[in-house]
Nanobody
Framework: QVQLAESGGGSVQPGGSLRLSCAAA????????MGWYRQAPGKQRELVAV???????DYIDSVKGRFTVSRDGANNMVYLQMNLLKPEDTALYYC???????????????WGQGTQVTVSS
């Protein structure tokens, strides 16, 4: 199995910054795309940012120009730098990864437990 562990959440004032980190560990043969989802109270989970193993990135429109996703392939890490945070960014942020756990096997989605980001004055 594969475990994803997020860190870096917290509370910040509007306009502030946070950096989320996620480490993948376990039975990993290879990792494809990695990224971040978020879910605010009463809302559906939404994809915030994704980065492929070819370092192609994509973002939800509401965070473009403010958030940057990056990865450290050698250490199975993914990061989300969040700048100019807004109250509407408040949510539980989940890391995910598409992982191959056995040679020739399929890619499987794995999720972290989530880290809370709260933006409030």
């Amino acid at each position: 199995q594969v475990q994803l562990a997020e860190s870096g959440g917290g509370s910040v004032q509007p306009g502030g910054s946070l950096r989320l980190s996620c480490a993948a560990a376990g039975s990993i043969v290879s990792i494809g795309a990695m990224g971040w989802y978020r879910q605010a109270p009463g809302k559906q989970r939404e994809l915030v940012a994704v980065i492929t193993n070819n370092v192609v990135t994509d973002y939800i429109d509401s965070v473009k120009g403010r958030f940057t996703v990056s990865r450290d392939g050698a250490n199975n890490m993914v990061y989300l730098q969040m700048n100019l945070l807004k109250p509407e960014d408040t949510a539980l942020y989940y890391c995910y990864a598409l992982v191959t756990t056995e040679l020739g096997g399929p890619m499987v989605s794995f999720w972290g437990q989530g880290t809370q980001v709260t933006v409030s004055s």
